[in-house]
DNA sequence: TTAAGCTTTCTTTTT
DNA sequence: GAAAGCTTAA
């Protein structure tokens, strides 16, 4: 009815970008090339974030609509600097191209269509705790003979659901290949796969490899939708592509198919696939010439990152990888120290180390946010987190226990979710079993009661239903007195609507509040979260957009994990402490590997899988790649057991296998002072040492130790 | 039926 | 060395 009158997006006067002089002759030619499939492989550090956003730049500045541009990255973080660089440099808004994760694009488009796919638009989207709970529902729907031997955790049915997607492989063998205990179940399990997919369909909701498998059935099963797709996505880009699943390359293979497609660029490091235990396919980037005809191959193999001395020892290690693609990666920088191997006593030790190197690096003028120490898994981070306190040491840590998947942020969420989508069970169930009184068996009773198939039911219609005397029925002595006040509350939220922050604010008043102090010993710090999380969510006009926000977008932390509320203004930038795949495409100027220990690292857990030592040497590449200037390299050689005792460890085998003349080994010596001092001098000096790594630096033992060797 | 208390099971990495 | 899961008492 209204007349339509487009507002065209032009680069302004000023805009014009020096393609020539910003980038390298092998960026230019990636980001000037035409159309076609491209497979750009892109060594560790070298510019690939910029040549891509250069290339959207370009692209841009041919005329290209951004609408027509799908920029799909690892991280929506990484999507929103890639855009926002692109808006700087083109003086286009960049909110009109399409940019985020597999996920999160998928989401965008799945909610446009669900109803094409038996949802509706405000599905909800389940998280893997979401998932337990509900496979752990649909475990105790079906009999399984209790007297016989154990059945498969929710865990443990999540991963093989989820890599039968991810991987394509058929259950059963994905059962025989990792966890053949559970053999005699497969029936089962196969069982127990339809109902958890009937029963999200019910609840109108979507785990995270539905938002994949979803899209994909969405572009195979309509081909009107797919052709819109293919003519208005007229350049795709692909960013790491390493990580990519058999699902994401069928889905952008498919997007990039139309007529005018196959403007299809990925770009990737094969030496830095490091996610094959999630589903990754490995094969997606060393086969995408074959399965992509008319591929041509670009390689960026300038490395403006790393001193030549960091490069050539991480390029040392993954030379023992077999399967890569031949590159030859050349250093751009000027000298720097060699890598630092250094051998420490018990982990305690090593993490003193890191804390006083940490405070020389600091007064050579080195920023604390410029300097990260890495680990393998969450458990190596306790040691040198201590210490970092004990030091009084700033830091930050990345990654652990999301911000989202805290219980209490879970419980007040899950209010608005049930509010979203009425059909969402699990949530439902969940704010049902925060009501005293209440578990599992009437959690179940007022779910049927309440449950509802309706498509166009609304929050009110449910809300409404739980104040009727047959819900109320259904509620012991014990549950009643409080229930009115919940049902009231409900209502309330209801009534908010549109606002998420009153909504938020009215739960923790009503109820929540109340409950955390009964239920945590921590409350005091968990309803501040609970604050946080209503100021947070001021910023969003809508609880659908929150949810979106917390579930797909969301980069955000507990808060209690950082040491001094690093956050505050006058507070210097902490020091980062991350997983190493957490820290993929980062990079600081000085890096502490930690805990580099045979047993740990690599994971032995992963040296099961076929391939598994090579996806872990790649790791250990990856977590060497993101040092600029100073790389350290160390392991305790005693570790606390399991259980109890200490144990001697092996140095890794990554570093077993390094060239002796690529590194330096700091031989650590603990000052002698009676004292408790403050942070001295401790760490010596690098001296040289002929030190083996194959060969315990201190000790020439290699039993278990039944004395403590405690301080000399 | 709930909820507390006790036991058991793991810990690789994450959108 | 914690969280989930099971048992048992109320």
């Not at 890096?591 to 032995?604: A, D, M, R, T, Y």
């Not at 872990?616 to 100073?630: C, K, L, N, P």
């Amino acid at each position: 009815m209204a007349r339509r009158f487009v507002l065209p997006q032009r680069p302004h006067a000023g805009g014009e970008i020096d393609f020539d002089s910003d980038l390298n002759e092998q960026q230019l030619a990636v980001v000037t090339c035409g159309g076609g499939p491209k497979l750009v492989i892109a060594g560790a550090g070298s510019g690939k974030t910029r040549t891509l956003t250069y290339r959207v730049a370009y692209l841009l500045g041919q005329g290209v609509p951004p609408a027509s541009i799908l920029l799909v990255t690892f991280t929506n973080k990484a999507a929103r600097e890639m855009l926002g660089r692109v808006g700087q440099l083109t003086q286009l808004e960049p909110y009109r191209m399409w940019g985020g994760t597999f996920h999160s694009v998928g989401a965008r488009l799945l909610r446009r269509h669900a109803e094409l796919l038996g949802y509706n638009d405000r599905f909800s989207i389940l998280d893997e705790g979401d998932q337990r709970d509900l496979l752990r529902l649909c475990t105790t729907d079906i009999d399984v003979p209790v007297e016989q031997k154990r059945f498969p955790s929710p865990r443990v049915l999540a991963s093989l659901f989820s890599l039968q997607v991810n991987t394509r492989q058929p259950l059963t063998d994905l059962i025989a290949e990792r966890y053949g205990r559970f053999l005699e179940w497969s029936d089962a399990i196969g069982e127990i796969a339809q109902l958890y997919g009937a029963r999200k369909r019910a609840a109108n909701a979507m785990d995270y490899d539905d938002l994949l498998q979803r899209w994909l059935d969405l572009l195979r099963q309509h081909d009107d939708v797919r052709r819109r797709y293919q003519e208005q996505f007229t350049h795709i880009l692909v960013d790491e592509y390493q990580d990519t699943n058999i699902v994401q390359a069928e889905i952008v293979e498919a997007l990039a198919g139309g007529e005018q497609g196959g403007n299809l660029m990925v770009v990737g490091d094969d030496s830095q696939s490091i996610y094959a235990f999630r589903g990754a396919n490995y094969d997606n980037i060393l086969r995408f010439p074959e399965r992509n005809a008319g591929t041509v191959v670009f390689k960026l193999e300038a490395n403006y990152r790393s001193t030549p001395q960091i490069m050539a020892i991480t390029n040392a290690s993954i030379r023992n990888n077999q399967q890569q693609y031949e590159k030859t990666l050349k250093a751009r920088r000027s000298d720097g120290m060699l890598p630092a191997l250094v051998p420490c006593s018990y982990p305690q030790q090593e993490a003193a180390f890191v804390a006083e190197r940490i405070l020389q690096l600091r007064d050579e003028g080195v920023d604390l946010a410029d300097i990260a120490v890495l680990y393998r898994g969450h458990a190596h981070r306790l040691s040198v987190e201590t210490t970092l306190l004990r030091y009084d040491i700033p830091y930050e840590v990345r990654g652990g226990l999301r911000f989202f998947e805290q219980a209490h942020i879970k419980d007040v969420v899950a209010h608005l979710r049930v509010l979203e989508n009425p059909r969402d069970e699990v949530a439902f169930r969940r704010v049902l079993l925060l009501q005293p009184g209440i578990g599992n068996v009437t959690a179940e009773r007022v779910w049927q009661a309440v449950r509802t198939g309706d498509d166009d039911a609304d929050a009110k219609d449910l809300v409404d239903k739980l104040g009727t005397p047959h819900v109320l029925s259904l509620l012991s002595a014990k549950a009643r007195p409080a229930w009115s006040s919940f049902v009231t509350t409900m209502a309330e939220v209801v009534a908010a609507e549109a606002d998420p922050e009153t909504a938020i604010r009215g739960l923790l008043e009503a109820c929540y509040e109340d409950y955390a102090v009964a239920k945590f010993d921590n409350s005091e710090s968990r309803i501040e979260d609970l604050q946080q999380l209503a100021v947070f969510a001021a910023q969003y006009d809508s609880v659908h957009a929150l949810l979106e926000e917390l579930l797909l977008l969301g980069e955000l932390y507990g808060q209690n994990a950082s040491g001094r509320g690093a956050a505050d203004d006058d507070e210097e930038a902490p020091v980062v402490l991350s997983t190493i795949h957490q820290a993929k495409g980062l990079e600081w100027h000085t890096v502490f590997i930690v805990h580099l220990l045979e047993g740990f690292f690599p994971s032995p857990r992963a040296l099961d899988e076929a391939d598994g030592e090579e996806e872990e040497r790649r790791i250990f590449y990856v977590a060497m790649t993101r040092a600029r200037d100073e790389l350290y390299l160390s392991y305790p050689i005693i570790r606390p057991g399991g259980y109890g005792g200490a144990v001697v460890q092996q140095p890794s085998r990554f570093l077993q296998e390094l060239p002796e003349e690529l590194y330096e080994t700091w031989q650590l010596e603990e000052e002698e002072v009676l004292t408790p001092s403050a942070a001295g001098d401790s760490v010596t000096a690098p001296q040289d040492t002929d030190f083996d790594p194959n060969v315990d630096p201190v000790w020439d033992d290699d039993e278990k130790l039944g004395e403590p060797w405690a301080d000399d």
